[in-house]
């Protein structure tokens, strides 16, 4: 296992994985071949019922295991984990930005991630930062910034916003009655104004739609995720220190958020070829002999 941990490992990931010991993985976080493309190295076909039911072994109880897909074949895999007593927990949109399939009838611009645990864990409340968060939404910065204004000339309101930069404290509003959410009875009867001050400050709790643009000119992998997408989907199942696995690395995008977050990891890559420009890749970024070769 010590010779796994923290580097890429070039090889089936079927053959590789029987060297991790059982329940001794927090989290994997990876994108299998899709299994629609015809006569393409990318979608090189796997054992599906081996590779779930070693990935189960690995997996601490109340681990997770994060999964790309789309088509048949993805919901194939929910149904299988499913079967496995694996608990589903959350779906995420990956809003891409782009189109990667230009020639389709429709302009597919993302991919669904599923989020499942094998046992009872919790996915960790994460706060993005406030302007990363809406990104390019100018008209959303524009509806806060109108709630804000508006809040702010009323005194209770200027009040309450000045207590809570002074002394972290959220006024409420005696004279507003509660709201419901459907599903659960959560109050809201904190100053509008001082929601959105707590979302400039601490930022804002992650969505289930992540909008990560990819850098097209520095890909070295055609199905690459952006590194920074990663970063915010091991915040979600993981804390820092945990051991994460990655089976089908194709570009080393999961070992490099692992790094940047202070998290473990070991990854497979079974094509020499993306397996060698992924090691370039991740030896430029930090100028370090951290990852090494391994045949």
């Keep these: 296992m010590n010779a796994l941990l923290n580097t890429i490992t070039q090889g089936d990931c079927l053959d590789l994985i029987k060297q991790i010991p059982d329940s001794s993985i927090d989290s994997i976080i990876t994108d299998p071949p899709y299994l629609y493309l015809k006569n393409q190295k990318l979608d090189r076909p796997f054992d599906e019922n081996l590779f779930f039911s070693e990935a189960k072994r690995v997996l601490k109880r109340n681990g997770f295991i994060v999964l790309f897909g789309r088509g048949t074949s993805f919901y194939r895999w929910n149904c299988m984990l499913a079967n496995l007593g694996f608990t589903f927990k959350e779906e995420i949109i990956w809003n891409k930005s782009y189109c990667s399939s230009p020639l389709m009838n429709i302009s597919r611009v993302h991919e669904t991630i599923s989020i499942h645990t094998r046992g009872k864990g919790i ?6 930062p406030y302007l990363e968060m809406k990104g390019n939404d100018i008209d959303g910065i524009c509806v806060d910034l109108k709630r804000f204004l508006s809040g702010v000339k009323n005194t209770k309101s200027l009040n309450a916003v000045l207590s809570f930069l002074e002394n972290n404290k959220k006024t409420l509003e005696k004279e507003r009655l509660p709201c419901y959410n459907i599903t659960q009875k959560i109050t809201k009867n904190v100053d509008k104004s001082v929601s959105i001050m707590e979302a400039i400050k601490y930022g804002m709790n992650e969505k289930s739609i992540i909008k990560q643009p ?3 000119y520095k890909t070295i992998h055609p199905t690459q995720k952006p590194v920074r997408l990663l970063e ?6 993981t804390n820092v220190g945990d051991l994460v696995l990655d089976p089908f690395s194709g570009s080393g995008s999961t070992a490099l958020a692992c790094r940047n977050t202070g998290r473990n990891f070991v990854a497979f890559e079974i094509d020499k070829e993306y397996y060698d420009l992924s090691i370039k890749s991740l030896k430029k970024e930090y100028q370090t002999s951290f990852f090494y ?3």
């Design 214 to 216: 990819r850098d097209h």
């Design 232 to 237: 915010r989907l091991l915040a979600l199942v």
């Design 293 to 295: 070769e391994k045949y």
């Design 123 to 128: 996915i960790n409340k994460v706060k993005i």
